[in-house]
């Protein structure tokens, strides 16, 4: 592996994540209950986790959750889904659902803008690559690094998704970077690091509360001789 010319970056549990807020679950039941703590993580995690199934689901559900973040229509389609089959009333899943594809309710690690920054400084291209049926691009304008990445590379936008070389590869094609000469940086062995498959190094990176990952995207880089 030579210098590393370009990083491939997640979206969620990497970069961002979906941190809910008490207000969201106000009014809540889940199975005539009240949304305690418990359940609001449990939630949370059944929109974010990056594979698995969490819920039953029949043929139809199948075929939107398979392909959820292909489409906008069967992503709205699989996670309204799954919020019913957890015990939301209908108004409420659609509610939690809208707030889940708002980029700007996405909470950035701390170190991802100076990450990001310190990578274009040194000329270091960056993609961010995500399995995603929404526009991440306004959570980045947030922080004001919409700009400083070259390419956002969303699988609802380039009909593959992760573990697909065929998304890797396009990221790589798109930056003008031989694989050799990549690393992506994700929180999902089974679904970033399929970037391995088409030549990229991987670095996993654990996806806790951003409040307790302050350097997660440092570390990582660094484990691949890349300082920032």
Not at 86 to 97: I, M, T
Not at 100 to 119: C, F, Q
Not at 148 to 175: H, M, N, Q, Y
Request: glycine share 8%.
């Amino acid at each position: 592996m030579g210098p590393i010319d370009a990083v491939l970056f997640d979206f969620s549990g990497t970069l961002f994540r979906l941190e809910e807020d008490e207000s969201w679950f106000r009014g809540m039941q889940v199975d005539d209950r009240e949304v305690d703590r418990h359940v609001q993580a449990e939630l949370m995690h059944r929109m974010t986790a990056p594979t698995g199934r969490h819920v039953d689901m029949g043929p139809e559900a199948s075929h939107a959750w398979a392909n959820r973040d292909l489409a906008p229509h069967l992503h709205r389609e699989a996670y309204l889904h799954v919020l019913r089959e957890s015990g939301l009333a209908d108004e409420h899943a659609e509610s939690l659902y809208g707030l889940m594809i708002d980029p700007k309710n996405w909470t950035p690690y701390p170190d991802t803008a100076e990450v990001l920054r310190g990578l274009q400084t040194q000329g270091v291209r960056t993609a961010v690559v995500s399995n995603i049926a929404f526009d991440v691009r306004p959570a980045f304008a947030s922080i004001g690094v919409a700009e400083i990445v070259d390419e956002f590379v969303l699988s609802f936008e380039v009909g593959a998704v992760k573990p697909d070389a065929a998304i890797f590869e396009t990221a790589l094609s798109r930056l003008g970077v031989g694989a050799d000469r990549a690393l992506m940086v994700g929180d999902s062995d089974e679904a970033d690091g399929g970037a391995r498959a088409v030549g990229c190094a991987f670095a996993l990176v654990d996806p806790i509360p951003t409040a307790e990952r302050a350097d997660g995207l440092r570390a990582a880089l660094a484990q691949h001789g890349v300082a920032v």
